[in-house]
């Protein structure tokens, strides 16, 4: 048995003209016609299409009901959702979205606190520099700033504090108000208080002379 297999290695070793006259042995032959294809490994990290770029904003849900709305035909039902989105770098902002599913009335949301974003005067600590309360419908709010004692804020306070970047703050929601979005739109009342700071100007005569220099051209 053993002479046997020797002299079958021995066969399949031994080198072989091809078309071409270059030497190719039996293994090497075997192979080629053999396989049809490489099997290469899967690699889940790469994705198909392009990569959508990464939001510098980050967001959190403070409400999500569902709400109902009586017809003729009967009841028809959607979802309201409260999001607060932030850069922990000095401006957040608060938005409503509402939709018969959850994922649009989200964007929905996103969109809306977009639009609504503000930049409070903070110090260098990220802290408010005085006192502040404020009153929307029936919730109240107030913030103190309490140096080197950390962020202290519950609820949607805490929400908006913690995505805007603030710092040593204690914040508390005095009424007894239990709906998160009008304690958040009080807390963004309170920091409009403190000082927003101006948004960015754009020099539109330049942009007119510029139009005015090519027309000339």
């Given at each position: 048995?053993?002479?046997?297999k ?16 270059f ?16 099997n ?13 770029p990464?939001?510098e904003y ?7 009901r ?17 999001v ?12 409503l979205g ?10 929905k ?19 408010i520099p ?7 419908c029936?919730s109240?709010?107030?913030m ?15 929400a908006?504090?913690?995505l805007l ?18 304690n958040?739109?009080?807390t ?23 139009k005015?220099k090519?027309?000339v051209?």
């Amino acid at each position: 048995m053993v002479v046997e297999k020797k002299e079958k290695i021995k066969k399949l070793n031994e080198p072989e003209t091809s078309q071409g006259g270059f030497e190719i042995s039996k293994k090497t032959a075997l192979k080629k016609t053999t396989r049809k294809f490489v099997n290469k490994k899967f690699n889940k990290k790469k994705r198909r299409g392009p990569v959508r770029p990464r939001s510098e904003y980050e967001q959190k849900i403070i409400s999500m009901r569902r709400v109902t709305r009586v017809v003729a035909g009967g009841r028809r039902f959607s979802f309201s959702v409260g999001v607060v989105i932030g850069n922990r770098n000095g401006s957040v902002g608060v938005g409503l979205g509402k939709s018969s599913d959850t994922s649009l009335a989200i964007e929905k949301a996103v969109r809306d606190a977009k639009k609504n974003m503000i930049t409070p005067m903070l110090t260098k600590t990220n802290s408010i520099p005085f006192d502040v309360d404020a009153k929307y419908c029936a919730s109240r709010v107030m913030m103190l700033p309490t140096p080197r004692k950390g962020l202290k804020a519950g609820g949607a306070m805490r929400a908006i504090l913690d995505l805007l970047g603030a710092k040593d703050i204690t914040g508390k929601i005095i009424s007894r108000s239990k709906n998160h979005v009008n304690n958040a739109k009080a807390t963004i009342k309170a920091l409009k208080k403190v000082g927003i700071k101006s948004p960015v100007k754009i020099d539109v005569s330049k942009k007119e002379d510029k139009k005015e220099k090519a027309e000339v051209k």
